[in-house]
């Protein structure tokens, strides 16, 4: 009898154990720094500039934010259904510098769309992650962090550490 009382105890501990975890009933509002050195770590790595920060919260306080850290403006909605991983795709794209504003890129420059695949890794994370729920004729501003551009190092001469926005447009999906 005292063994089945020590189960139903241990079977109630775990079950309330359960519950908290489920519900987060004792979980406190504001958690704090982690407790892990290298979770801090990478948390900290994956921070915008603070004048980046204030520049998004002026003007693109409203953009969409991803799981990864891309923002996104939808300007004009497009028609049928997005690209599927592999697809290649023409798009037209202007970059500038978040914090400045210079300009950097753009394929109406050159007089020609960009033609890439999505989803293989051909250009940045971010455009892989934007284009991927882009549809035909659809608009972006993209406000892309640091670490979803080419490896953090920026395109061509920007400096690392760089937030980029970029107007795209998706023109075709082939």
């Known amino acids: ?7 139903l105890i241990l079977g109630l501990v775990l079950a309330f154990i359960a519950f908290q975890a489920r519900t987060g009933i ?17 948390m900290e790595e994956q921070q915008l500039p603070a004048g980046d920060q ?12 991803t799981s990864s850290g891309l923002r996104y403006l939808v300007r004009a909605p497009g028609a049928g259904d997005p ?5 290649e795709v023409s798009v037209n794209y202007e970059g500038r510098v978040l ?5 950097f890129d753009s394929s109406r420059d050159r007089g ?6 999505v989803g293989t890794g051909a250009v940045c994370k971010a455009w892989d992650e934007a284009f991927a729920g882009m549809r035909r004729g659809e608009r972006r501003t993209l406000i892309v962090p640091w670490w979803l551009e080419e490896g953090g190092q920026g395109p061509g001469p920007l400096p690392v550490h760089t937030t980029l926005l970029f107007e795209v447009e998706l023109i075709e999906v082939h």
């Not at 204030?54 to 003007?59: A, F, G, K, P």
């Not at 020609?112 to 695949?117: D, E, K, T």
């Open 112 to 117: 020609a769309p960009f033609r890439f695949r």
């Open 26 to 42: 004792f979980r406190r509002a504001n958690p704090g720094p982690p407790a892990n050195k290298y979770t801090r770590e990478m």
């Open 1 to 7: 009898m005292r063994t089945y009382g020590i189960l």
């Open 54 to 65: 204030s520049v998004i919260r002026q003007h693109y306080a409203d953009a969409i934010v």
């Open 83 to 87: 690209p599927s991983s592999g697809a």
């Open 99 to 103: 914090s400045t504003g210079a300009k």
